[in-house]
């Protein structure tokens, strides 16, 4: 089955500072790819997601790369303010009749003030 | 629209006790998932519906675990006997995967389940 990693497990950064929060993916039949941002305590939120026929994916200060051949995507968070502070985590999928996705570890993001 | 509902938002059992959590999805999604979260780990697949169908539960403990979707709208997780290792957050997900359209998985607030 699919195998995601996620790295780094935590990242500290100033604020306005950019992040990149990088994984890697198993399965070469996985074709899409979203990231989900979870606040301390609440549900996790889908926040950009990447297909595989598209190597880049922009919306306003994020954005998400995919790289198909070295199997490897990253989210990519500019201008980072403190609101942005949460855990974030990537996640693979193979197409199908219902998507079934296979998570990262996760990534503690703090923005410092 | 109203989002995934799930109840009761935490829950503290012994060992052995048996436990029963309860997800709505957003209406009309037909796709419906139970994760299971442990503290630091990203969720973790143990059952996924297709209307009342179960489209895959390789992941699920079936010797303890179980889970159903009788009408096709919302759903039940059950854990009975409960172990220490259950300790974790249950999250419920929806979706409407349709050929052209998003397939988002939206998550529900999940349950917080605690084993002493």
């Known amino acids: 089955g699919e195998n995601v990693e996620q790295h780094p497990s935590t990242l500290s950064v100033q604020e306005g500072d950019s992040a990149v929060i990088k994984c890697t993916y198993s399965?070469?039949?996985?074709?899409?790819f979203p990231w989900y941002k979870q606040e301390l305590g609440k549900r996790p939120q889908l926040i950009i997601d990447?297909?595989?026929?598209?190597g880049e994916k922009k919306d306003q200060r994020i954005a998400v790369t995919l790289n198909k051949t070295a199997k490897h995507f990253s989210l990519h968070i500019t201008e980072t303010q403190p609101e942005d502070s949460a855990v974030y985590f990537c996640?693979?999928?193979?197409?199908?009749?219902?998507?079934?996705?296979?998570f990262g570890s996760g990534t503690q993001l703090t923005v410092l003030p | 629209e109203a989002g995934v509902a799930q109840s009761p938002r935490y829950k503290i059992i012994e060992k052995r006790q048996s436990v029963a959590f309860w997800c709505n999805p957003i209406?009309?999604?037909?796709?419906l998932y139970w994760y299971q979260q442990i503290l630091g780990q990203g969720p973790k697949l143990l059952i996924q519906?297709?209307?009342?169908?179960?489209?895959?539960d390789s992941q699920l403990p079936k010797d303890r675990f179980s889970a159903e979707r009788l009408k096709g709208v919302d759903s039940t997780l059950k854990i009975q006997p409960a172990k220490l290792e259950d300790s974790a957050v249950y999250l419920c997900?929806?979706?409407?995967?349709?050929?052209?359209?998003?397939?988002?998985?939206?998550f529900g607030p999940g349950t917080r389940l605690t084993v002493l």
């Open positions: 209406s009309g999604h037909a796709t």
């Open positions: 519906f297709q209307n009342n169908g179960v489209v895959d």
């Open positions: 996640a693979a999928s193979t197409r199908g009749s219902a998507r079934q996705l296979t």
């Open positions: 997900a929806s979706s409407f995967p349709v050929t052209g359209s998003s397939d988002t998985q939206y």
């Open positions: 399965d070469s039949a996985s074709n899409y």
């Open positions: 990447i297909r595989s026929n598209v």
